[in-house]
């Protein structure tokens, strides 16, 4: 088991800055991949930004450039610096781990999300 717990939301002005954490606790060494999600209102929950543990990440096309994920391994902590924040940005975030297993042939993977946290740009 994983369990992950957000912080950081809040509110910010268009054009500002906020820092999400995602603090992770349990089975951590066998984490594959960590990622941030968001959900709008009557949509699917989408992806933000990615991190595969042994390298490379990948980002939404909108948030390319202003956003940046990144990690602390000695705190098991992922980040998501979020720049040049917009309006269209409002929702909350769920942090997202992954862990393979399995043979090549038949791979499975368990998937634990966090409970979210908020962020809202207004003016």
């Known amino acids: 088991q994983v369990q992950l717990v957000e912080s950081g939301g809040g509110l910010v002005q268009p054009g500002g800055s906020l820092r999400l954490s995602c603090d992770a606790s349990g089975r951590v060494r066998h984490i594959d991949a960590m990622g941030w999600y968001r959900q709008f209102p009557g949509k699917e929950r989408e992806l933000v930004a990615k991190?595969?543990?042994?390298?490379?990440?990948e980002y939404a096309g909108s948030v390319k450039g202003r956003f940046t994920i990144s990690r602390d391994n000695a705190k098991s902590t992922l980040y998501l610096q979020m720049n040049s924040l917009k309006p269209e940005a409002t929702s909350t975030y769920y942090c997202?781990?992954?862990?393979?297993?399995?043979?090549?042939?038949?791979?499975?993977?368990?998937?634990?999300w966090g409970q979210g946290t908020h962020v809202t740009v207004s003016s």
């Open positions: 997202h781990a992954l862990i393979s297993y399995g043979p090549v042939e038949a791979p499975r993977a368990d998937t634990y």
């Open positions: 991190m595969i543990m042994r390298g490379g990440s």
